[in-house]
């Protein structure tokens, strides 16, 4: 057959690199046409080339396609489809294009036979849209499974909490499965998706944002804030602090495991350890129906479940903090989260009176104290700017001495 005698003809030494070169060529195209160059030739090159071609040879060897064809006419070859020939000398090619498409339709139905694993679930509408984004897998598809698994069995929709750990542990058999990496941001991605969360930047307070949406706590014991005269409806635990007006570390686990009805009075957060405890002690004295806690600054998992349930339990919110950007930001973010929270002694007066220069302010506080949005913070960051001086609220006490003998 002319087809075998041509490729038997083509296996001799000289021809490698002309039938690579067609092979690339057909690859890319799909088809045999274009043009090939082959730079410095060897002697059996250009001897094997320039009789097949009956073309004179130097040390290169640039022809089409369409070339090559003229070139075999009035040989034997001149009929031959050389497309054929190359799948005879390197068996079944596919193009490139072949090999996408081919590549395309096996994950296609790898995806099809991974959502059947989850349909029904939950995680069904999640893991559909998220293969939707990827032409590939964006992780092992145990993986997806994994986390599919563990956005259906997410602590919230039974009305509890877990820590990350002993979750981690029941859906994958690894505690520190969501600790980091692809998984860890697949599960906040699926949270996102199924509470109808903006994706953020992944910041450390979005993400424990995102955990505590879920029910997922980190640690539920060394994450704590300090209170006082705070009570839940019908505790008995509480209930000794709540009538000594005794200041105490309350933790997650201890919020968590309490009724979320909380006795209703007014709140006073308030972001300094030392205010806190000089304004607890005026309270007791003075048995006022106030209660304080403390936010040691930042505003942690468990500060933000308690005021969460003293909010919803219909408290009246108070928050007081250092007039410098980082207090004001905090007090900014209380504010977004609690509408009707009120912020205690914001005054600029008290800026004037109490504050205190600094050499200067760099342009990361700078760019804070722009991002406020509450009027009297963003007067307040106004007056910080045009004058370099901040107030903390150890200055502020006599202040807020006063102000507490409303309650």
Same mark, same amino acid.
């Given at each position: 057959?002319?087809?075998?005698?041509?490729?038997?003809?083509?296996?001799?030494?000289?021809?490698?690199?002309?039938?690579?070169? %067609?092979?690339?060529?057909?690859?890319?195209?799909?088809?045999?046409?274009?043009?090939?160059?082959?730079?410095?030739?060897?002697?059996?090159?250009?001897?094997?080339?320039?009789?097949?071609?009956?073309?004179?040879?130097?040390?290169?060897?640039?022809?089409?396609?369409?070339?090559?064809?003229?070139?075999?006419?009035?040989?034997?070859?001149?009929?031959?489809?050389?497309?054929?020939?190359?799948?005879?000398?390197?068996?079944?090619?596919?193009?490139?294009?072949?090999?996408?498409?081919?590549?395309?339709?096996?994950?296609?139905?790898?995806?099809?036979?991974?959502?059947?694993?989850?349909?029904?679930?939950?995680?069904?509408? %999640?893991?559909?849209?998220?293969?939707?984004?990827?032409?590939?897998?964006?992780?092992?598809?145990?993986?997806?499974?994994?986390?599919?698994?563990?956005?259906?069995?997410?602590?919230?929709?039974?009305?509890?909490?877990?820590?990350?750990?002993?979750?981690?542990?029941?859906?994958?058999?690894?505690?520190?499965?969501?600790?980091?990496?692809?998984?860890?941001?697949?599960?906040?991605?699926?949270?996102?998706?199924?509470?109808?969360?903006?994706?953020?930047?992944?910041?450390?307070?979005?993400?424990?944002?995102?955990?505590?949406?879920?029910?997922?706590?980190?640690?539920?014991?060394?994450?704590?804030?300090?209170?006082?005269?705070?009570?839940?409806?019908?505790?008995?635990?509480?209930?000794?602090?709540?009538?000594?007006?005794?200041? %105490?570390?309350?933790?997650?686990?201890?919020?968590?495991?309490?009724?979320?009805?909380?006795?209703?009075?007014?709140?006073?957060?308030?972001?300094?350890?030392?205010?806190?405890?000089?304004?607890?002690?005026?309270?007791?004295?003075?048995?006022?129906?106030?209660?304080?806690?403390?936010?040691?600054?930042?505003?942690?998992?468990?500060?933000?479940?308690?005021?969460?349930?003293?909010?919803?339990?219909?408290?009246?919110?108070?928050?007081?903090?250092?007039?410098?950007?980082?207090?004001?930001?905090?007090?900014?973010?209380?504010?977004?989260?609690?509408?009707?929270?009120?912020?205690?002694?914001?005054?600029?007066?008290?800026?004037?009176?109490?504050?205190?220069?600094?050499?200067?302010?760099?342009?990361?506080?700078?760019?804070?104290?722009?991002?406020?949005?509450?009027?009297?913070?963003?007067?307040?960051?106004?007056?910080?700017?045009?004058?370099?001086?901040?107030?903390?609220?150890?200055?502020?006490?006599?202040?807020?001495?006063?102000?507490?003998?409303?309650?």
């Amino acid at each position: 057959m002319i087809y075998l005698e041509f490729a038997e003809y083509l296996r001799q030494e000289g021809f490698e690199r002309f039938l690579d070169a %067609w092979l690339k060529k057909y690859k890319s195209l799909g088809q045999m046409g274009g043009k090939i160059h082959l730079k410095n030739l060897s002697k059996i090159e250009k001897e094997r080339l320039s009789a097949f071609l009956s073309l004179p040879l130097e040390d290169e060897l640039s022809i089409t396609y369409t070339q090559m064809q003229r070139r075999l006419q009035g040989t034997k070859f001149e009929e031959v489809d050389f497309a054929q020939v190359l799948k005879i000398l390197y068996g079944d090619i596919l193009s490139n294009k072949e090999k996408r498409e081919l590549q395309e339709k096996k994950i296609e139905e790898h995806k099809k036979a991974l959502l059947n694993q989850v349909m029904g679930l939950k995680s069904y509408e %999640w893991l559909k849209e998220l293969l939707d984004l990827y032409r590939e897998f964006p992780c092992s598809k145990e993986n997806l499974l994994i986390v599919s698994k563990a956005l259906d069995t997410l602590p919230c929709f039974s009305e509890t909490y877990e820590t990350l750990p002993v979750f981690a542990t029941r859906v994958s058999g690894n505690p520190h499965y969501f600790d980091k990496g692809i998984q860890r941001e697949l599960l906040l991605k699926g949270i996102e998706y199924e509470f109808h969360i903006l994706e953020k930047s992944r910041d450390l307070e979005h993400i424990t944002e995102l955990f505590q949406i879920a029910g997922l706590l980190k640690d539920d014991i060394s994450n704590y804030c300090c209170v006082c005269h705070v009570l839940p409806e019908n505790s008995k635990k509480w209930k000794y602090f709540y009538e000594e007006y005794e200041p %105490w570390n309350v933790n997650l686990y201890n919020v968590i495991n309490e009724n979320s009805i909380f006795h209703r009075s007014d709140i006073l957060i308030i972001e300094n350890p030392s205010v806190f405890r000089y304004l607890s002690l005026k309270i007791k004295q003075e048995k006022r129906n106030l209660g304080l806690i403390c936010s040691n600054g930042q505003i942690n998992t468990c500060t933000y479940l308690l005021l969460d349930r003293l909010y919803n339990s219909g408290c009246t919110l108070y928050y007081c903090g250092d007039f410098d950007p980082e207090g004001l930001l905090i007090a900014q973010k209380l504010k977004d989260r609690y509408e009707n929270l009120n912020l205690f002694c914001y005054e600029e007066d008290y800026l004037r009176e109490y504050g205190t220069i600094q050499k200067a302010i760099s342009n990361k506080r700078i760019e804070i104290l722009n991002n406020l949005e509450e009027s009297i913070l963003v007067d307040i960051g106004e007056f910080i700017k045009e004058n370099t001086v901040f107030c903390f609220q150890e200055a502020l006490i006599e202040a807020y001495e006063r102000e507490v003998e409303n309650f």
